[in-house]
């Protein structure tokens, strides 16, 4: 466990479930980290020991945010967490069985130790529920669609609001007139095309599985090779679902799910890295130019994630091949510098940036904004 604490006033503990971790990090008003911990959870849920350990240490905590993946039609926007909530979270389960158990264990936790604290439940789907129409609904049977709410919701919600309003402040441009595309491209990745503040397109789904090509997630597939496997090859439902969550994606590729191995072997002239990288390319390139093309246009690209934000490399061959957009890299300010900046050529029509990702900012926005601060 490692845990840093600074004293400050009116904070909003920010609590993060990951796959293997528990963030929890302590943030003031102008969005500084005054604490923070990051602690072990291998089966989805950390030690209350170690919870309660963490959450003492930072002292008085004014309110909590908790990031939760899957607020389905009912939640839109970010709600303060009562019984009734906390139950219908809990109906959700179905949505997302491999995220929503672990937010609620961690809601559960850190409630334990901070019963008096309002708790705020700020959604990753809730980004998206502005998306229009024509691209939230699958061609299915009507009666499917309204019986079980089968639409695209889109995931990465809390990532791609906080990149678009940033891209917005480093441009120098009102949000309200700015079309641009969020890339949160890590081990999860998907685009949103985000106009005058707005999502109106994702590539994620129904489930985190559908879009882009992930470290271990297939992507988009075509639904009848899925319907094929389950009558010809008798495939169990339970081994095609673990299959296309762990064992797709670059991993199934290239064997690894390491951006930076897959990289560099491909430079070393191996070719399963080498087409695990094209193929990557090639599936991020045209749903960028799909996000676009929603929106008529584009003024900027952003980079985001931790792919997003750390391979030079792979910013610099998607830019090249968008060129079609008004995109073109800058290669010097591409391969250097830290932190948010702008890496497209001065010359260039559509702007490009990187910003670091900050769901933990973008949650305490939306805490204080349901508490009324």
């Not at 604490?5 to 993060?16: E, F, K, S, T």
């Not at 069985?97 to 700020?122: E, I, R, Y």
């Not at 931790?306 to 391979?311: I, K, T």
Request: proline content about 5%; overall charge negative; hydrophobic content about 45%.
């Amino acid at each position: 466990m490692t845990v840093s604490a600074h004293p400050a006033q009116d904070r909003v503990l920010v609590v993060n479930a990951g796959s293997s971790s528990l963030k929890l990090s302590v943030l003031d008003p102008a969005g500084a980290v005054t604490a923070h911990a990051d602690l072990p959870a291998p089966r989805g849920a950390a030690d209350d020991r170690a919870i309660r350990a963490a959450i003492e240490s930072f002292g008085p905590v004014d309110a909590v945010g908790h990031r939760v993946v899957h607020g389905g039609t009912r939640y839109t926007a970010a709600v303060q967490v009562d019984d009734q909530v906390r139950q219908r979270l809990e109906s959700l389960t179905d949505l997302a069985p491999l995220h929503q158990p672990k937010s609620l264990a961690a809601l559960d936790a850190v409630q334990g130790v901070l019963p008096g604290v309002p708790a705020v439940a700020c959604f990753d789907t809730a980004f998206h529920a502005t998306i229009p129409a024509a691209a939230a609904t699958f061609a299915l049977p009507e009666e499917w669609r309204t019986r079980w709410s089968l639409r695209r919701y889109g995931f990465h919600g809390l990532s791609h609001a906080y990149a678009s309003r940033r891209a917005a402040q480093l441009l120098g441009r009102d949000a309200e007139d700015l079309r641009l595309v969020s890339c949160h491209l890590g081990a999860g990745a998907s685009l949103a095309a985000v106009m005058n503040g707005r999502s109106v397109d994702t590539t994620m789904g129904f489930t985190p599985l559908d879009g882009l090509v992930m470290a271990t997630r297939s992507g988009s597939v075509d639904p009848g090779l899925v319907l094929w496997l389950e009558e010809h090859v008798h495939m169990p439902a339970a081994e095609l679902a673990a299959a296309l969550e762990y064992r797709s994606g670059l991993y199934g590729l290239a064997g690894t799910a390491d951006m930076r191995e897959l990289l560099t072997r491909a430079a070393g002239g191996d070719e399963r890295a080498g087409l695990a990288r094209e193929v990557y390319l090639h599936r991020l390139r045209g749903s960028v130019a799909a996000m676009a093309a929603a929106m008529d246009g584009l003024d900027a690209i952003v980079f985001t994630g931790g792919v997003g934000e750390n391979s030079a490399e792979i910013r610099e061959r998607a830019m090249d091949g968008l060129g079609f957009l008004g995109v073109a890299p800058d290669p010097v300010a591409n391969a250097a510098g830290t932190g948010d900046r702008e890496i497209g050529a001065p010359a260039a029509a559509t702007r490009a940036l990187v910003i670091g990702a900050r769901e933990d900012i973008e949650i305490a926005r939306q805490v204080r904004a349901v508490l009324g601060w």
